[in-house]
Every structure is written in structure tokens, then in C-alpha cells.
């Protein structure tokens, strides 16, 4: 199985509500990743997890909550999120130590806030 | 601060030649540089990772070559198809991260007409 899944693959949300995305891989990999991606950009690094600990925070806004429960799970909890925060969010893993291996990416959740 | 540059925001090829797609990097010394496509609403698929001992790098269709004298990538695809059609992105490890994530380039928007 070399599938990264997120869900859901589609999010309508209000500035006041609490979501969550989520991904899920069964790969083995030990590093995982969140990323957001704007209309004609490319995907831009927010969190790393290696072994379920976070090691990188790309200075992300708080109302941006990672949380990684198993080494096969990763979430992103929104919270008070702005419509400028409306992008497709990209969930990756990779053996840790990327770079030098190749990051297999999840289909990604497309997120609009109103 | 580290910069990856993908020149051409579109390329417009006919079916059956060569697409040759450009990534160059200034302040980096990258061991790794991969290439993923992208197709609209969907993540990156990786392609190839080529080290910077390696000078070329083929899969099926596809070659990439590495010069790290020129700090520049070039990614060929031969015989192209309408269905190569898709934005292809360069990638390299963030220096200096000690997890390893990568950033990516802008992408080029390869359409190969029939």
C-alpha cells in the first residue's frame, strides 16, 4: 500500500467552526508532513512530524493545530480560521530524513472558509 | 535565503517531441533535487531523485541531469503525449532542516497539444 488518504477530500467551513483533516498512510513511514497550497503556487511546508514528534512548525498560525496520535495518522485541527486560509492542504510522508528519499502526498483536502 | 527558480511558467510543445524543463538554485549546496507532477486539484507524484554525484538520471521516458557547477536541473521528457500534460514541480531539501522537508519550485505548466 503506497497511498497517503486525506479526509475529507472536501471542506465548506465558517470562520467561527472546528474542523479537522485527516491522513492516514501504512507505509511505515516515520515522517510526515502538512502543506498548503494556493491557487498557481507551489505547496508550502507547515509542520513536520518525525517518530509522532513535532520537529518543524513553520511559524503557522495557531488556529492551525497538528496533531500526529500514531506513527500512521496525522490530523490538522482548524479553529477560527480567515477565507484567506482557503488553499488545498497536502498531507505527505516519507521515510524520515527527506530529501533523500521521495515524499508520497495524499490527494489533499480542498478547504474553503466563508 | 535559499531560492528555486523554475523559468518558464508554461510550455507549449507538440506531441512527439522533446519537452526540456529548467530548475535553478542560488545559496544552496543541495545533495538531492526530485521532480514531481502535478496534476489540477491533486498532490505531487515524485518522479525522480537525482544526487549531486549523479550526473543524469533516466526513467522510461524521462531524464534528468544535475550540474552543480551551474546550480541548474534540466527535466527532458521524450516522445510526449497529451497525457504528460500537467504542472511539473523541482524540489529540494530545506537546508539546514534537521528533519528534512522539501521547498519547491513555482512549477511549469508542460501542455503538449496533439
Known amino acids: 500500500d503506497t497511498e497517503v488518504t486525506q479526509t475529507p477530500k472536501h471542506l465548506v467551513m465558517g470562520m467561527t467552526n472546528k474542523k479537522s483533516l485527516k491522513c492516514e498512510q501504512h507505509?511505515?513511514?516515520?515522517?510526515m508532513y502538512w502543506y498548503k497550497q494556493k491557487a498557481k503556487k507551489p505547496p508550502e511546508l507547515m509542520f513536520v512530524?518525525?517518530?509522532?514528534?513535532?520537529?518543524i512548525n513553520e511559524s503557522v498560525p495557531s488556529r492551525f493545530s497538528p496533531e500526529c496520535p500514531n506513527s500512521s495518522l496525522l490530523n490538522l485541527h482548524l479553529h477560527a480560521l480567515q477565507p484567506e486560509d482557503s488553499a488545498l492542504y497536502l498531507c505527505a510522508s516519507s521515510q524520515a530524513g527527506l530529501g533523500s528519499t521521495e515524499a508520497f502526498f495524499g490527494q489533499g483536502t480542498r478547504l474553503t472558509v466563508v | 535565503s535559499q531560492k528555486i527558480e523554475q523559468n518558464s511558467e508554461a510550455l507549449n510543445i507538440q506531441e512527439g517531441k522533446t519537452a526540456t524543463l529548467t530548475c535553478n538554485y542560488t545559496?544552496?549546496?543541495?545533495?538531492?533535487l526530485q521532480w514531481y507532477r502535478q496534476d489540477p486539484g491533486r498532490g505531487p507524484v515524485f518522479l525522480l531523485l537525482?544526487?549531486?554525484?549523479?550526473k543524469e538520471k533516466r526513467k522510461e521516458r524521462l531524464k534528468v541531469t544535475f550540474d552543480t557547477t551551474l546550480k541548474q536541473s534540466l527535466f527532458h521528457i521524450t516522445a510526449s503525449q497529451p497525457a504528460d500534460s500537467a504542472t511539473y514541480l523541482c524540489?529540494?531539501?530545506?537546508?539546514?532542516?534537521?528533519?528534512?522537508?522539501?521547498?519547491f519550485g513555482k512549477g511549469t505548466k508542460l501542455s503538449v497539444k496533439p
Open positions: 507505509m511505515g513511514h516515520r515522517a
Open positions: 537525482i544526487r549531486e554525484n549523479e
Open positions: 512530524y518525525s517518530y509522532e514528534k513535532l520537529s
Open positions: 545559496n544552496y549546496s543541495p545533495a538531492y
Open positions: 524540489a529540494l531539501e530545506n537546508y539546514g532542516g534537521s528533519q528534512g522537508n522539501l521547498i
